[in-house]
């Protein structure tokens, strides 16, 4: 037997023994002529040059799936058995790998082995401390190759490429619809498991639990990034309205709609935002810099959204659709506006003489017309002041609420027409 004089531990060969030293006196014989990375052994320094050469020997006789090791391999194919020979003993959960079983019981135990030296937080896996390095280094090794947009995740690239592919690859089984994000797949079904009033605890759907990690998370992470994969992070939720998100970040934000916290301004005319990108879109107006431009007419706009609005004019593209009448509409906002025509909803009416109307144009003319403006005329000289500067105030608001109406259409001809004198809605081909 050879035996490790610092551990005690006992090897069958020599040379084994003489790996095992290794780990204790750090040393790394073999060096990698590409990029420079040191190994253990000489094995390893063959499994690590197949990331530079794109070798994946060990193919799947399955899935025709391929993999630059052959444990890796081996792992693989217990999707295609069914197969998890590793079970918790707390919770009796199976999994398929020791390594997925190991990162499971840190739930049970609350360890947290690795922590980041820099802010001393603590992670449960090393991959998730690797990514979370990238919030202080601002690494972002992974670049599109379409917009040069860059991102600190694999993940994060591949969501956003979809977004140049239109490839929505996660349909819901429930409703049906194709989505691009899978996080976004979980939070459509969640939505629809509420609407259908079924139980919230339906296993099928607690994905923030403590699933096998070779299901939730991609092959190709392992393979290109060498790293455990990824937990999902717990669910957080607002402890106002209860409403659930998948990230700490977006609850921060969404807290700001119960605070009315705005805390970025604009330095030239001190108007807040909640959110940074908010500012940075407004502050377009004061440099009238529009980024997106049409590649077909070469019109250009402040935003991405508005420039995916513009493109309907070219292709024809309506998106949105009545449930009632089955008209189609190129905005939500002109299907919001058609709807009122169904249900009767008449949102904005006069303070002085009660009349309600379907548009917030409808009452600002209303307001205009020389009756009603006789009327204040009367109204201002019988009432105390206090109430008729009220009820300025109030037309003041309305007068508002027109222009900022007016500003989201206005740059579409058709909801001009919608709003045109004597035209029925109905009537108009949007």
């Known amino acids: ?44 320094l063959k499994r690590h040059k197949r990331i530079h050469t794109g070798e994946k020997p060990f193919k799947c006789n399955t899935c025709v799936k391929a993999f630059t090791q052959h444990n890796h391999l081996t792992d693989h194919m217990r999707i295609h058995k069914g197969e998890k020979s590793y079970s918790c003993d707390t919770c009796e959960k199976a999994f398929r790998t020791n390594t997925e079983l190991t990162v499971h019981k840190r739930i049970h135990t609350g360890e947290k082995p690795y922590s980041c030296d820099t802010c001393e937080k603590t992670f449960s896996q090393l991959g998730q401390l690797a990514h979370h390095k990238r919030i202080h280094t601002g690494e972002k090794p992974y670049s599109c190759d379409t917009c040069e947009k860059a991102f ?3 993940s994060h690239l591949n969501d956003h490429k979809r977004i140049h592919t239109e490839e929505k690859p996660f349909k819901c089984d429930i409703c049906k619809k194709n989505i691009y994000r899978q996080e976004f797949l979980n939070n459509t079904q969640k939505k629809q498991i509420k609407e259908e009033e079924i139980p919230y605890e339906d296993p099928l759907f607690i994905n923030m639990e403590a699933e096998s990690v070779e299901e939730i998370v991609k092959e190709e992470i392992k393979e290109e990034e060498g790293t455990e994969s990824e937990e999902f992070e717990s669910m957080n939720t607002c402890d106002i309205c209860y409403k659930n998100f998948t990230r700490r970040g977006n609850l921060v934000v969404h807290k700001r709609v119960h605070t009315g916290e705005k805390p970025f301004s604009c330095d030239q005319c001190e108007k807040t935002f909640r959110q940074s990108n908010d500012l940075n879109r407004h502050k377009r107006i004061h440099t009238s810099e529009k980024p997106y431009s049409c590649d077909q007419c070469e019109k250009t706009f402040r935003q991405s959204s508005e420039l995916t609005v513009h ?22 906002s002109h299907l919001t506006v058609h709807k009122r025509i169904h249900t009767g909803d008449k949102p904005f009416s006069c303070k002085l003489c009660d009349k309600h109307y ?24 019988t009432v105390p002041t206090s109430v008729s500067i009220s009820l300025i105030k109030c037309e003041e608001v309305y007068v508002k609420e027109e222009i900022k109406e007016e500003e989201i259409f206005d740059e579409d001809p058709l909801s001009i027409q919608m709003r045109a004198d004597n035209i029925d809605p109905l009537s108009i081909d949007m």
Do not use: W
């Not at 493109?311 to 939500?332: A, L, N």
């Open 358 to 381: 379907t548009f917030s144009s409808d009452l600002s003319r209303h307001n205009r017309s020389p009756g009603h403006l006789e009327m204040m005329k009367t109204f201002n000289n």
């Open 311 to 332: 493109k309907r004019t070219h292709t024809g593209e309506k998106p949105y659709s009545c449930d009632q009448c089955e008209k189609t509409f190129s905005q939500i």
């Open 152 to 154: 600190s995740r694999q």
């Open 1 to 44: 037997m050879n035996k490790c004089h610092i551990c005690c531990k006992e090897f069958s060969t020599k040379s084994n023994l003489t790996v095992h030293i290794r780990i204790h006196t750090g040393e790394k014989p073999y060096s990698c002529n590409t990029c420079e990375k040191n190994f253990f052994t000489i094995s390893d």
